[in-house]
Structure formats: C-alpha cells, structure tokens
C-alpha cells in the first residue's frame, strides 16, 4: 500500500519525446506505428467515471431550494443540500405581543441584542447597522424558531414566517374601530397639529397655486417669476401669481409655510458638457426675503438628455411679520454656462406653491359611508385606481405639521407620523387581511406628472393590482379602510401569527438555518449576555 518500485504502464497511451526539440515529437514514427513506449499512466484515468466526470464529461448537483433537500433534487452527496445559507445571528427578545387591529394575525417581536456566532452583542438603535443587520437576519418570506424557558413541552417546534425584518407598523389614517371579527366604521374624522397650538384659527388660510403651461426662452442670469397662477384651492388668496395675506391670518396670529416647488428642465442637448446653478427666492411685496442655496449641476455626454429636475423651496414667516395685503411669490434663476444660446432652459407646467399655516384651521368632516372619502376613477378601465377630493384630505395633505386625531378606543396605536401617502403604503379594506392593496403609485393635488389620469386638485392612488370592483358597497364600502406604513426599527421584526401558547418573555428567536456556534440553549446565551454585564 502507498509503496511501488515502478509505475504501472498503460495498455493503450504512449509517450510523447520532445527532447531537443518543443514543437516536433522526436518519437514520432514509433508513435504512428504503435511501437512507443507506453505510458506510466492508469487506463481507468480515462474510463473510471470517478475520474472523467469532474474533468471531462462534467458534473451537476442541484437543489430546488436551500438549506433543505427534497424530493427530485439530482447529483446532491446523499440527502445534503446543494448550497446552504446560514445565518449568523439570533435575537434575545424581552416581548412578543400581537399586532391588531394594524395587522390581523401578526405580532412585533421586540428585540434588545442580536447575538452573533463569534460572540459579537449588537444593540438595537446604538450599534452600527443594527439596522441592516436585522433586515439581513430576518429576511421576508423566510421562517424564525422561537424559544423561552417555560414554553410548553411536547409542542411542535414553534415555527413562524417573517413578515418583514427591521420594521414596525404605522397607521396613517383609517375609519375602522375595533379589529376583526367585530369591527365597526367611524363616521366623522378630524386633524390637529403636532405640536399643540394654545389657540386655534378661526379660519383657513391655507392655499394651492399652481403653474398651468411652460415658460420658454427665459433670460438666463436674471431671476424669472414662476408663474403659479392657477388655484386649487384658497383661490380668494391668489392674485396674479402671487399670494396675499389675508386679515384674518394676521388677526388670527397664525404663522404661513410657503412652500414651493419649481420644475425645470435644463436643455444638455447643446453641447457636451454644460453646467447650470440654479437659486430659488420667496419675495415679499417685490423684495427678496429668502434665497435657497444655489445650486450646481453639470452634464457630460452619457447624461440623460434634458432632465426635469424639482428644486424645492422652504420659508416659514412668523406670525409677528405678516402684515394683511402682503404679497408672496416665488422666482427662479438659472445660470448657464457652456450652452449654445440662452434661454435653454425651461420652466414646466406643475411647478407650484403651497402656503400652509399654523395652528391649523380644523374641521371634522362627516363620512357618509358608501365610496365618498375615496372613489374609483374608472372602475372599468382603471379598477385599481382611486381618488379623493375631499378638502379637508386635500388642503392638509402632505402638510408635516398635520395628522389625523387618533380615534379613542378604535385599538390602533396613536398616529405619530403625518398626513401623506407614499409609495409602499398598504390600504387594507373592510378590515381583511385578504383585501390589502399596496400604493404603486400616489399623485398628490398638485403633483400633474406623467401617469395622472385626473386633473390637478385631487389625491390620486393606483394601486399594484384591480380592486374587486364587482362586490357590492356593502361588501367591498373604500370608505372602509385603514392606511398603514412599514417603518424601518432596528428593533423590531414583524412576524404572522402570535407567540407560542404559555410562553413568556425572554425569548431566543433564531433563524430556521444557523451556523452550529448558535445552536445552544435558551440557558447558554442567558449566561453569555450576564457574563458580558447586559442583563
């Protein structure tokens, strides 16, 4: 064994000699006759499947999914998987408590270390990317296996799958009250400020103005005005393009937010790399008050070609400066360098400014109950689209001192987050967990870009998929609804379902695939963290 004198030759392979030579065997007419010396190699080299699979003929093992071998798998080292992903980390949980009426069926587990394989303690909130660590631990669709001490014995394993890693749920705005199976509808909602005004407006000083066409071959260096001369709303407040103070602002002591929004489209077409900077300002009664900080941008050859780009403005003007007749109006400046004539630049339709105030004018308004808060577009051609007009909903919408009173005994968590929809929000009807549609795309009252199907002045949804637009009102009422939102928290992870039955916090919560040095007891990392001083 292991020991020869001399290599055992081949019946079939002969040795090639190149001595002197490189290019021309020096053997080569033994070779063609078949009389050189055969080679030291094994014949089964090239007949043992052993031997020629991996390097000749090519080998596969597949699996249908990781971690797990299952039936119809091909090529695999007996019922070993293909490829395994094992996570590194687990999580010591303090709670685990149920998520309705915000999620039926679902529960938050709250977790206060990740404990990684090589003993590394990650603290929510306080460790770097605690939050990515989270996400990547417990990823959607993927299961969780929880443990607690005194979970009850002779219980299946206590699988769940995870909902979503890092997250916790907001709710946004709703009518429902209570949770299933017992849930009614509200029939009125109201707003307030977040931070509370010791008195209130005696009226509604808010307005939307927004700009109807483009304005072509503008002066580039000099400021231009935008001209937002179309009212969506606080028309009584527009004049020409500007807005005025009314009285009763002033009377009532209020603060106004003017907020603008200019849509311009620089032309980079002319020549290969033009550069522009660009600076907002709010004037008052014809003088500048606020200037944005200019801002440049420059474009090479590969650039996308004549973007529309939204330079936003921002300017609060304290109760203590507003005088009744005040003029505001917003202008833009656009310098340009590098381009072929002036005037390349374009100021778009669906620029706008929004003028928002403090405290707040607030009214309750009546929910009728049957699709009045929000209606279909075009249930026929467009069923996964809906709209609103109703002002309160429009004139506060996006508003981020603004937010929906929460409804007292309704179950739901209070609302902490304004008024506003975005991309990814979840509208859930009648109260089921099966008629739950996601926000693909969300148009605001003045927002006029390509895709809308109504006019300006309204909330517009479309949604990922059709509504059942056949149910009847009774069955399937849009004013029935609840609109959450899934917020990135380091310690938290949403799962479906609820703890297990008899258990108490603390729980060990560990992916259902693990590196070894994480399969230990409840007990062992109970130790591990006291021994570190963290419990």
């Not at 009252?445 to 909330?459: A, F, K, N, V």
Request: hydrophobic share 35%; net charge negative.
């Amino acid at each position: 064994m292991n020991d020869i004198n001399e290599n055992r030759l081949s019946t079939i392979f002969e040795e090639v000699e190149y001595y002197p030579g490189i290019t021309t065997p020096t053997n080569f007419d033994l070779i063609i006759s078949g009389s050189a010396l055969k080679a030291s190699v094994q014949d089964s080299n090239y007949t043992s499947k052993r031997v020629i699979n991996p390097r000749y003929n090519g080998v596969k093992s597949t699996s249908q999914v990781l971690n797990q071998w299952t039936p119809g798998d091909t090529g695999t080292y007996g019922k070993t998987p293909t490829v395994e992903s094992l996570k590194t980390a687990v999580a010591y949980c303090d709670w685990i408590g149920g998520w309705p009426p915000e999620r039926e069926n679902a529960s938050a587990i709250h977790i206060q270390y990740l404990i990684k394989s090589d003993g590394t303690i990650i603290i929510p909130d306080v460790s770097e990317f605690s939050l990515s660590e989270n996400k990547g631990t417990f990823e959607s669709g993927e299961r969780i296996i929880i443990s607690s001490k005194d979970t009850s014995l002779g219980q299946p394993t206590q699988y769940r799958n995870i909902i979503r890693g890092g997250s916790r749920i907001e709710p946004i705005l709703y009518t429902q009250f209570g949770q299933a199976p017992n849930v009614s509808w509200n029939t009125s909602m109201s707003f307030s400020n977040f931070i509370p005004a010791p008195l209130s407006a005696s009226g509604d000083y808010t307005a939307l103005f927004s700009q109807n066409g483009d304005v072509f071959h503008l002066a580039s260096n000099n400021f231009s005005t935008v001209p937002t001369d179309v009212s969506i709303y606080g028309a009584s407040y527009l004049s020409g393009t500007n807005y005025v103070v009314p009285a009763g602002a002033v009377q009532d002591g209020v603060s106004l937010t003017f907020e603008g929004k200019v849509k311009i489209q620089l032309n980079t077409g002319l020549l290969s790399n033009p550069t522009y900077t660009i600076v907002l300002r709010l004037l008052k009664n014809g003088s500048p008050i606020y200037e944005t900080p200019a801002q440049s941008l420059s474009f090479g050859p590969n650039s996308t070609p004549n973007p529309i780009i939204t330079f936003p403005l921002l300017y609060t003007a304290p109760a203590s400066s507003l005088v009744a007749g005040d003029v505001y109006g917003i202008q833009a400046q656009v310098n340009e360098n590098n381009v072929l004539f002036v005037g390349s630049f374009v100021i778009k339709g669906g620029s706008s400014l929004k003028v928002i105030q403090y405290p707040l004018y607030f009214n309750n308004f009546v929910n009728p109950g049957v699709n009045s808060i929000w209606q279909y577009y075009d249930s026929s051609s467009y069923p996964y689209v809906i709209t609103s007009s109703v002002p309160e909903l429009v004139q506060l919408y996006g508003d981020p001192e603004a937010k929906m009173n929460d409804i007292a005994g309704s179950g739901f968590n209070p609302i902490t987050l304004p008024w506003s929809i975005k991309y990814g929000d979840e509208f859930r009807f009648e109260g089921r967990e099966d008629l739950v549609y996601q926000v693909g795309k969300i148009f605001a009252p003045e927002d006029s870009s390509s895709g809308r199907l109504t006019q300006t002045g309204s909330i517009e949804v479309h949604f990922n998929y059709n509504l059942p637009i056949s149910a009847s009102s009774s069955a399937f009422n849009l004013d029935h609804f609840l609109i959450r939102r899934y917020v990135d928290d380091p310690a938290q992870v949403i799962m479906e379902g609820f703890r297990p039955i008899s258990s108490s916090g603390p729980y060990i919560v560990r992916p259902e695939y693990i590196v070894p040095e994480l399969d230990k007891s409840v007990d062992q990392f109970i130790l591990d963290l006291t021994q570190k001083g963290l419990l």
